[in-house]
């Protein structure tokens, strides 16, 4: 039994991509933040939009700060707009419970 548990950590470990702060947005009283990573996979990386207990992954996003900017409607709303070159914003709706 130990070794089965000792094993699955261990791919779990190898196997899980490793992921790396980009960015953290505060909402204007500081009650909320939302939280945006990079996350390496293969073949390409991926934006993992964190907020509350949620979180959205992008595709075919380039997770970086520069392309990524945060309107707050108030502490508990917000769109996340990620600005891709020659395209349009694709916005996501953020909303806290």
Same mark, same amino acid.
């Given at each position: #039994?130990? %070794? +089965? +548990? &000792?094993?699955?950590?261990?791919?779990?470990?190898? !196997?899980? $991509?490793?992921?790396?702060?980009? #960015?953290?947005?505060? &909402?204007?009283?500081?009650?909320? =933040?939302? /939280? !945006?990573?990079?996350?390496? /996979? !293969?073949? @390409? $990386?991926? +934006?993992?939009? =964190?907020?509350?207990?949620?979180?959205?992954? *992008?595709?075919?996003? +380039?997770?970086?700060? @520069?392309?990524? &900017? %945060?309107?707050? *409607?108030?502490? *508990? /709303?917000?769109? %996340?707009?990620?600005?891709?070159?020659?395209?349009? $914003?694709?916005?996501?709706?953020?909303? !806290?419970?």
């Amino acid at each position: #039994m130990v %070794v +089965l +548990l &000792s094993a699955w950590i261990f791919l779990d470990h190898i !196997f899980t $991509p490793e992921e790396t702060k980009i #960015m953290v947005n505060q &909402s204007p009283n500081g009650e909320n =933040k939302i /939280e !945006f990573y990079k996350v390496a /996979e !293969f073949p @390409d $990386p991926t +934006l993992k939009i =964190k907020y509350g207990n949620r979180y959205i992954n *992008k595709l075919n996003v +380039l997770p970086n700060p @520069d392309n990524i &900017s %945060v309107e707050w *409607k108030n502490d *508990k /709303e917000a769109n %996340v707009l990620l600005n891709e070159n020659g395209r349009e $914003p694709d916005i996501e709706k953020i909303e !806290f419970k």
